[in-house]
């Protein structure tokens, strides 16, 4: 799988359930979003519009994707949201797509426009390493199956301050009703049978445990 098939396979709506670790300060923050995807072709207008933000040539995309999402956090204070979108654009240097130059409408971790890297490791796992002006982060995303995928983010500052989180997301037509039991540390090696096991009900789930 290249990353382009890969954004391809994640095209859909998705429920996430997340856990994050504030490192500082050993504490975690539960939360949960709804999430967008949709994969973009090479010509596509928003892929051409980010390559020439970034001075990038557009016929050297082979696509990338759209994404847009609506959350909440443990900790918000009251109106306070996680909602917003971003473009990704691909730019390979490897001519199996495999690696290369990821272009963001956004970032991970600063809302600005930024260039990172991207490559599929050996489990077929999307990597994107970003550095910011004041931080770097890593993302690993992975598929148990079609309608489940996992993420895991890591977030240095360079201060010294980081966070750690890691995310279970599903297909919105699975999400029906489940929520993420963060006690479970590792669900990469497990099958869909395996996760619908520790899925507990919705009205159970408390961002405080």
């Not at 967008?36 to 994707?65: N, T, V, Y």
């Not at 690696?99 to 599929?120: D, F, K, N, S, W």
């Amino acid at each position: 799988m290249d990353a382009m098939e890969f954004f391809q396979l994640s095209t859909g709506k998705w429920r996430s359930q997340r856990t994050t670790h504030h490192l500082a300060f050993k504490r975690a923050e539960r939360g949960e979003s709804e999430i967008e995807i949709q994969a973009l072709s090479a010509d596509d207008p928003k892929i051409i519009e980010i390559c020439q933000l970034h001075e990038f040539d557009p016929r050297s995309a082979i696509g990338g994707a759209f994404v847009s999402w609506h959350g909440s956090m443990g900790w918000d204070k009251e109106d306070e949201n996680h909602t917003g979108s971003t473009v990704f654009a691909l730019l390979p240097d490897t001519s199996d797509g495999r690696q290369g130059t990821l272009l963001r409408e956004r970032g991970y971790a600063e809302i600005v426009p930024v260039a990172g890297r991207y490559h599929m490791d050996d489990e077929d796992g999307l990597v994107l390493t970003t550095d910011y002006d004041t931080m770097s982060s890593i993302e690993r995303f992975w598929f148990v199956s079609p309608s489940v995928r996992m993420r895991t983010s890591t977030l240095k500052r360079f201060g010294g301050f980081s966070t750690a989180t890691f995310c279970t997301e599903f297909r919105i037509a699975d999400a029906q009703g489940v929520s993420f039991n963060s006690d479970v540390a590792d669900f990469s090696n497990l099958t869909p049978d395996q996760i619908e096991k520790v899925i507990e009900p919705t009205k159970s789930f408390s961002f405080f445990g």
